[in-house]
DNA sequence: GCTTGACCTGAAGTTAACTTTAGCCTTTAT
DNA sequence: ATAAAGGCTAAAGTTAACTTCAGGTCAAGC
């Protein structure tokens, strides 16, 4: 049922060395070795690392994702205090969607318009 | 007509140690000095820069960005070139909208799911 | 029995994008 | 005339998120 670091390396296109150095950064605190010290990846790891990468591809800093687990691990009182994390993170990528939706539009300006512009024309974005 | 590298500052909201790290990296070759050394931003600078941010606040690097005013320096013959950088960029904004959505939807399934989801249900994001 | 492959650690190295520091010049207000 | 404000440079320092390296353990196959 538990997986190897190399296993998971492939199932989640992660290198082993990023898995590592998550663990030592202390974004894995239930993560269970052998007696020798090889790291077991449970189904339930495996999970909270596709959240782990979820997060931080929207742009959650590292630290901040442990600081999130660290709620999870202290249990049900700082249930709160992890809506608001959530809430604040959700906030942040509505905000990254809007800057990309106008970039975009913009974008989408120049190509259509390559052509009529000229080659020094450096125009600001079509939003401003 | 020119600004100087505090008005600029003020205006797009950049510290000045940003803006003259971003001359020195070549990516405002067009700027003009005075004859002691003061630079001289022309509302074409800004234009310019603001492009740039537009770029890096969007994912690309900056060395992709100078590569891109380098193409523009030498000319209509690169023309087709930086076309097919625009639309390669395009791609990635359009895979950052996508993976922020499908964030998004995670984020809000947690949120009102919360009170459902045990202490420690790290569950795996919805899409997955 | 020994080599190969997979695992481990701690420490050092890397990259991007800045920021800070130290030291120096010039214009402007008192 | 002098001090404050703003400009400059080169070089060193910072941070996040990794990667690479050196050196070592263990299990399996020949």
Redesign the interface.
């Known amino acids: 049922m538990d997986y190897t670091i190399k296993q998971v390396s492939e199932r989640l296109g992660l290198p082993v060395s990023t898995l590592r150095y998550y663990d030592k950064e202390g974004l894995m605190p239930l993560l269970k070795r052998t007696d020798y010290g090889t790291r077991q990846y449970s189904e ?1 790891d495996i ?2 690392l ?2 782990v990468c ?2 931080k ?2 742009g959650m800093p590292l630290n901040e994702i442990k600081d999130f687990m660290g709620l ?1 691990l202290e ?2 009182s700082t ?1 709160e205090q ?2 608001i994390m ?2 604040k ?2 906030e942040h ?2 905000q ?2 809007d ?3 106008r ?2 539009d ?3 300006y ?2 259509d318009h ?2 009529e512009i000229g ?2 024309h ?4 079509v939003h ?1």
Request: net charge neutral; proline share 2%; aromatic share 8%.
């Open positions: 339930t999970c909270w596709e959240l979820c997060l591809n929207n999870c249990g049900a249930c992890r809506k959530l809430e993170h959700k990528v509505l990254q969607i800057s990309l939706t970039s975009l913009m974008i989408n120049k190509l390559y052509d080659i020094f450096i125009d600001a974005p401003s």
